[in-house]
């Protein structure tokens, strides 16, 4: 499932918009590749620069840190995230199968492409599901939050939430449970491929975690 779609992202989190120009549609396409393959840790400016054939300074026109630039591709995930969940659940009555589609997003691989832009989302849910705690597990959170820049995550789990309280309207604990959710398919996925002995995933099944998520929701929620 393919769209032709772009989100407006916070523009505090940027010095210049990538979307604007080329060049910063290519440092955004090109940013999403690097981590995915180094690892958060290891990319660097310097690396994307040689990568797109251009220089550091103009990296730093754009985004002040790579901190950031990691900021910007999770806030752009996140809009496409609730974008999804908005558009297959529009025409869906039955409750249980809203939480049922809205699991099976979260745990679902993605198609390589975000259309138009080129953005790997194969490649960007693999980012958001092994460095996406770097985001927000910071000293400067705090200032961090007074910008808006998590928006579009609380957004998502608002939406999710809403669907949960659709479902069971007793249940005290909606915005909890959705962040619950998506942290813990998170961690499951990834604890599933590095480090099976953390989960109940053997033998190894892709659609693991879809399972247990589903089995957690439904127990919780009665």
């Excluded at 989190?13 to 290519?26: A, K, V």
């Excluded at 007793?170 to 002995?197: D, V």
Aim: net charge positive; charged share 25%.
């Amino acid at each position: 499932m393919d769209f032709q779609v772009s989100f407006k992202v916070n523009e505090k989190i940027y010095l210049r918009d990538p979307e604007g120009s080329e060049i910063g549609r290519q440092i955004i396409k090109h940013s999403i590749d690097l981590i995915n393959v180094l690892g958060f840790e290891q990319f660097t400016f310097k690396k994307l620069a040689a990568t797109i054939n251009s220089t550091e300074a103009t990296i730093y026109r754009y985004f002040e840190n790579k901190h950031r630039l990691l900021l910007y591709i999770l806030n752009w995930y996140w809009c496409y995230m609730e974008f999804l969940v908005m558009f297959r659940l529009q025409n869906v009555k039955d409750k249980k199968e809203k939480l049922r589609i809205i699991v099976s997003l979260l745990t679902q691989e993605l198609p390589d492409s975000s259309g138009k832009l080129g953005y790997n989302l194969a490649y960007l849910n693999q980012i958001v599901i092994a460095e996406s705690s770097k985001a927000y597990l910071v000293k400067e959170v705090t200032e961090i939050n007074k910008e808006a820049v998590f928006k579009p995550y609380k957004d998502l789990c608002a939406k999710i939430a809403e669907v949960i309280s659709g479902y069971n309207p007793k249940y005290k604990f909606p915005r909890s449970l959705s962040s619950t959710l998506i942290e813990t398919s998170h961690n499951q996925q990834f604890f599933s491929l590095n480090l099976p002995r953390l989960t109940d995933n053997t033998p190894a099944k892709a659609d693991f975690t879809r399972h247990f998520l589903e089995d957690l929701l439904f127990k919780v929620l009665g």
